[in-house]
């Protein structure tokens, strides 16, 4: 069987194909910044623009949508319910018999062998979540495509519910916590936050009852290498770990196959499996879930988003994006002060942002202070009457100064190809930063303008810190609701927030491709409007 790189390498067996449409993903320069200067341009984009976003909606499942057949929504309906159904461990086990729950904060009574049949209760509670209860997945009535932002399924916009399930504790459980061994796991990069959902999956699963709770160390690179011993988890031990930045357990990329890791799995007796990561670590988890059925093995392999990019499908926001943002604003002011206190002088600072724009785009528009944002789903060029370089000179002719926020990923159809790939099978970029900083130097001094550049590049200390409170109440409720799921008898799902409610979704439908910015979203166009930039095409 592959590496586990292998399988969560996008397009591969692991990284399964999302069906998603409406999706908003489509690159696309902005109408209302090029106006003034190109109207016939930006009329001939926004054409291809609404032909592509109705397009969009004429494929679900994998099938053509014919929108004549008068039952074309109730297909469609059907389709979705079937799309984001999530596994449950009676799909494989139809015999499994639920017990009530555990989970009941009017009781913390420590759950001992006498209760195994079934766990008292003083008294009734009503904080239980029904089945059957749902969530909105879109809540925008879009009545034209042409709308900012539309995401339509057909030519007319037609308004179709889609639910999706939603997170929480269940009255009935599928695993008797004496029962119970659970594994955390935390793979890829650093983010804020990852110790706070560790921290309340441990509390959690107390609640229950669970009394053995491990780390695995480093990633998946834990369940192979010997040398790497697993870490016992208990409330005393993660009581305070919160406080800092970082993973108590670890984290790397790549690792061992997903027959190995299922091996293992067995072979240490856990039956829960908590899996924090991105796209590559959940496809990694969905294929650690498949095998664990493919196996008939009562297992719960249960997903926590982690990427600081912010780029997971369907999800309103993933735990450390808040922080990334708050924190971006140190470098900014910094890269503003030393551009506004210097003759002529440029700030750029270089943002995370691999495919998704969401870091650079929310910190440009909260700081105020930036004059030009580059995103990846939006092309520019350096060079030309349209490129950055002349818009820079202008700043500097008319403002005396100028500061530039940059995404990692931006722009790197300009670099030069590194060929180089990480451990987790991702492209190593360029910088475009640098690039940026130079060209622009070389530029203004040939053109007989003398310039002050300063390059910030604040990535690491952004990763490393800690979850500021917004994401450390994300990260609480996350690390909750995994664990109710888990409980709940649902495998191969990952929690998020949508419409500011919490949900389960299937990790197939997550995990296709990354989140990106919608050019013609109107969170684009205000930060447009706060810049001021014109299209650089």
């Given at each position: 069987?592959?590496?586990?790189?292998?399988?969560?390498?996008?397009?591969?067996?692991?990284?399964?194909?999302?069906?998603?449409?409406?999706?908003?993903?489509?690159?696309?320069?902005?109408?209302?910044?090029?106006?003034?200067?190109?109207?016939?341009?930006?009329?001939?984009?926004?054409?291809?623009?609404?032909?592509?976003?109705?397009?969009?909606?004429?494929?679900?499942?994998?099938?053509?949508?014919?929108?004549?057949?008068?039952?074309?929504?109730?297909?469609?309906?059907?389709?979705?319910?079937?799309?984001?159904?999530?596994?449950?461990?009676?799909?494989?086990?139809?015999?499994?018999?639920?017990?009530?729950?555990?989970?009941?904060?009017?009781?913390?009574?420590?759950?001992?062998?006498?209760?195994?049949?079934?766990?008292?209760?003083?008294?009734?509670?009503?904080?239980?979540?029904?089945?059957?209860?749902?969530?909105?997945?879109?809540?925008?009535?879009?009545?034209?495509?042409?709308?900012?932002?539309?995401?339509?399924?057909?030519?007319?916009?037609?308004?179709?519910?889609?639910?999706?399930?939603?997170?929480?504790?269940?009255?009935?459980?599928?695993?008797?916590?004496?029962?119970?061994?659970?594994?955390?796991v935390t793979c890829g990069g650093l983010c804020p936050g990852l110790n706070d959902v560790i921290r309340q999956i441990v509390i959690t699963l107390e609640i229950y009852g669970v009394q053995k709770i491990?780390?695995?160390?480093?990633?998946?690179?834990?369940?192979?290498?010997?040398?790497?011993?697993?870490?016992?988890?208990?409330?005393?031990?993660?009581?305070?770990?919160?406080?800092?930045?970082?993973?108590?357990?670890?984290?790397?990329?790549?690792?061992?196959?997903?027959?190995?890791?299922?091996?293992?799995?067995?072979?240490?007796?856990?039956?829960?499996?908590?899996?924090?990561?991105?796209?590559?670590?959940?496809?990694?988890?969905?294929?650690?879930?498949?095998?664990?059925?493919?196996?008939?093995?009562?297992?719960?392999?249960?997903?926590?988003?982690?990427?600081?990019?912010?780029?997971?499908?369907?999800?309103?926001?993933?735990?450390?994006?808040?922080?990334?943002?708050?924190?971006?604003?140190?470098?900014?002011?910094?890269?503003?002060?030393?551009?506004?206190?210097?003759?002529?002088?440029?700030?750029?600072?270089?943002?995370?942002?691999?495919?998704?724009?969401?870091?650079?785009?929310?910190?440009?528009?909260?700081?105020?202070?930036?004059?030009?944002?580059?995103?990846?789903?939006?092309?520019?060029?350096?060079?030309?009457?349209?490129?950055?370089?002349?818009?820079?000179?202008?700043?500097?002719?008319?403002?005396?100064?100028?500061?530039?926020?940059?995404?990692?990923?931006a722009g790197q159809n300009l670099l030069q190809k590194t060929n180089a790939k990480d451990a987790s099978g991702n492209v190593v970029f360029g910088d475009i930063g640098v690039h940026i900083q130079q060209?622009?130097?070389?530029?203004?001094?040939?053109?007989?303008?003398?310039?002050?550049?300063?390059?910030?590049?604040?990535?690491?200390?952004?990763?490393?810190?800690?979850?500021?409170?917004?994401?450390?109440?994300?990260?609480?409720?996350?690390?909750?609701?995994?664990?109710?799921?888990?409980?709940?008898?649902?495998?191969?799902?990952?929690?998020?927030?949508?419409?500011?409610?919490?949900?389960?979704?299937?990790?197939?439908?997550?995990?296709?491709?990354?989140?990106?910015?919608?050019?013609?979203?109107?969170?684009?166009?205000?930060?447009?409007?706060?810049?001021?930039?014109?299209?650089?095409?």
């Amino acid at each position: 069987m592959a590496t586990l790189s292998h399988a969560v390498a996008p397009g591969l067996p692991g990284a399964v194909r999302n069906r998603r449409h409406g999706n908003g993903i489509f690159s696309s320069s902005s109408v209302s910044s090029s106006c003034s200067r190109n109207s016939r341009s930006a009329a001939s984009r926004l054409t291809k623009r609404k032909s592509l976003r109705v397009l969009v909606g004429i494929k679900h499942g994998g099938s053509d949508i014919d929108f004549s057949d008068p039952d074309w929504k109730s297909k469609f309906q059907s389709d979705f319910e079937k799309r984001f159904a999530i596994p449950h461990i009676t799909d494989v086990f139809p015999d499994a018999v639920p017990i009530p729950s555990t989970f009941c904060l009017k009781m913390r009574t420590p759950v001992i062998e006498d209760f195994a049949g079934g766990y008292p209760s003083d008294e009734e509670w009503h904080g239980y979540i029904n089945n059957n209860d749902r969530v909105l997945l879109k809540t925008i009535y879009y009545s034209s495509p042409t709308s900012a932002g539309a995401e339509c399924i057909d030519p007319d916009c037609t308004w179709v519910e889609q639910w999706v399930h939603r997170a929480g504790p269940r009255e009935k459980i599928y695993f008797k916590p004496e029962e119970v061994k659970a594994a955390i796991v935390t793979c890829g990069g650093l983010c804020p936050g990852l110790n706070d959902v560790i921290r309340q999956i441990v509390i959690t699963l107390e609640i229950y009852g669970v009394q053995k709770i491990v780390g695995i160390p480093y990633g998946y690179r834990g369940f192979s290498d010997k040398e790497l011993a697993e870490m016992p988890l208990s409330r005393k031990v993660v009581q305070n770990v919160h406080l800092s930045g970082g993973s108590l357990l670890g984290v790397s990329r790549g690792g061992p196959s997903v027959s190995e890791i299922v091996d293992n799995l067995q072979e240490r007796g856990i039956n829960m499996l908590f899996v924090l990561g991105g796209n590559g670590t959940h496809a990694g988890a969905d294929a650690i879930h498949a095998e664990c059925r493919k196996r008939q093995l009562r297992v719960a392999i249960v997903g926590v988003p982690k990427t600081i990019d912010n780029d997971i499908l369907l999800i309103d926001k993933t735990f450390g994006f808040d922080t990334a943002v708050e924190e971006a604003q140190r470098a900014i002011n910094s890269a503003y002060i030393e551009a506004h206190s210097a003759y002529h002088g440029i700030g750029i600072v270089k943002l995370m942002g691999r495919s998704s724009g969401f870091i650079a785009m929310h910190a440009s528009l909260a700081s105020g202070q930036i004059d030009i944002c580059l995103i990846p789903e939006v092309p520019f060029q350096i060079h030309g009457d349209h490129g950055i370089l002349h818009h820079l000179k202008y700043l500097i002719e008319t403002k005396g100064s100028a500061v530039v926020c940059v995404a990692e990923g931006a722009g790197q159809n300009l670099l030069q190809k590194t060929n180089a790939k990480d451990a987790s099978g991702n492209v190593v970029f360029g910088d475009i930063g640098v690039h940026i900083q130079q060209e622009t130097k070389k530029h203004l001094k040939e053109l007989g303008v003398p310039v002050d550049v300063k390059y910030i590049d604040p990535t690491y200390m952004i990763r490393a810190c800690r979850a500021n409170a917004s994401d450390g109440i994300l990260c609480a409720v996350l690390g909750q609701n995994a664990v109710h799921g888990a409980f709940a008898g649902y495998s191969g799902i990952t929690v998020g927030i949508c419409n500011t409610h919490y949900v389960y979704l299937p990790i197939p439908e997550v995990i296709s491709h990354p989140r990106l910015v919608d050019p013609n979203s109107r969170m684009w166009h205000r930060c447009l409007t706060s810049t001021g930039q014109p299209d650089f095409i």
